[in-house]
């Protein structure tokens, strides 16, 4: 437990000092970064919520450009998440790399996710009212700092957004 809170305390105090690197409040109020993988649809809903809030997001495919180890650390951290709650399991190497072993440590598990970016679950969110990991994709919509501009449905046609711009429960 303890191992635990110092990977995370040394997160937050990552994340902090990333935050006070940036003066430029402008930039920082208005930059949403998604960690996108465009053959996932998840992600790629994620990707056309945030759009439809008029935003256009930094988008980062994690997949062929992975976050440094401190950026990843920070991003999990900032989400509220253990290290194995943002862990992939499905369609990836998970079971042949044994990481269903409890016995594994935090730092260990990101070294995995780090050679293997595919474990990485997806996608994350990160704006200047949080970071999330977004499945479902509407789960977007809370960290965004702009309403959505009009409807909105799902690739699967599930309707998220009605013609007003109100959410859809």
């Given at each position: 437990?303890?191992?635990?809170?110092?990977?995370?305390?040394?997160?937050?105090?990552?994340?902090?000092?990333?935050?006070?690197?940036?003066?430029?409040?402008?930039?920082?109020?208005?930059?949403v970064?998604?960690?996108?993988?465009?053959?996932?649809?998840?992600?790629?809903?994620?990707?056309?919520?945030?759009?439809?809030?008029?935003?256009?997001?930094?988008?980062?495919e994690?997949?062929?450009?992975?976050?440094?180890?401190?950026?990843?650390?920070?991003?999990?951290?900032?989400?509220?998440l253990?290290?194995r709650?943002?862990?992939?399991?499905k369609?990836?190497?998970?079971?042949?790399?044994?990481l269903?072993?409890?016995s594994l440590?935090?730092?260990?598990?990101?070294?995995?996710?780090?050679?293997?970016?595919?474990?990485?679950?997806?996608?994350?969110?990160?704006?200047?009212?949080?970071?999330?990991?977004?499945?479902?994709?509407?789960?977007?919509?809370?960290?965004?700092?702009?309403?959505?501009?009009?409807?909105?449905?799902?690739?699967?046609?599930?309707?998220?957004?009605?013609?007003?711009?109100?959410?859809?429960?």
């Amino acid at each position: 437990m303890r191992a635990r809170m110092t990977f995370f305390m040394r997160a937050l105090r990552v994340a902090a000092l990333e935050c006070e690197a940036s003066t430029d409040t402008t930039e920082r109020a208005m930059t949403v970064t998604l960690y996108h993988n465009p053959q996932c649809g998840t992600s790629r809903n994620t990707l056309a919520l945030i759009r439809n809030a008029g935003i256009e997001p930094n988008i980062i495919e994690y997949l062929t450009a992975p976050p440094s180890r401190e950026t990843l650390v920070a991003l999990i951290a900032r989400a509220g998440l253990t290290v194995r709650e943002a862990l992939r399991e499905k369609g990836t190497p998970y079971a042949e790399l044994g990481l269903d072993d409890p016995s594994l440590t935090d730092d260990q598990l990101i070294d995995a996710m780090l050679a293997h970016p595919i474990l990485i679950n997806r996608p994350f969110v990160d704006t200047p009212l949080g970071a999330r990991l977004c499945r479902p994709s509407e789960l977007v919509i809370d960290l965004l700092p702009s309403p959505q501009k009009g409807p909105f449905a799902k690739e699967d046609g599930q309707v998220i957004i009605d013609e007003t711009g109100k959410r859809v429960r």
